[in-house]
């Protein structure tokens, strides 16, 4: 899901995720998915506080 151009859509690029997981690591925080059964992703973001 990170990988870079890894899409699940016809005209998705699949760079969102990837740059975003690249800056989070670059900066100490974590992004976290986990998948509803009722529907849809829930997408965590933690950065560090300062």
Known sequence: M???FFTLKEKGTGLGLS???RN????GGRISTVNRRERG????ILLPSI
């Not at 989070?24 to 900066?27: E, F, R, V």
């Not at 992703?41 to 965590?44: I, L």
């Open 24 to 27: 989070l690591d670059q900066h």
């Open 2 to 4: 990170y990988d870079p």
């Open 19 to 21: 740059v975003v997981h």
């Open 41 to 44: 992703v829930r997408v965590e």
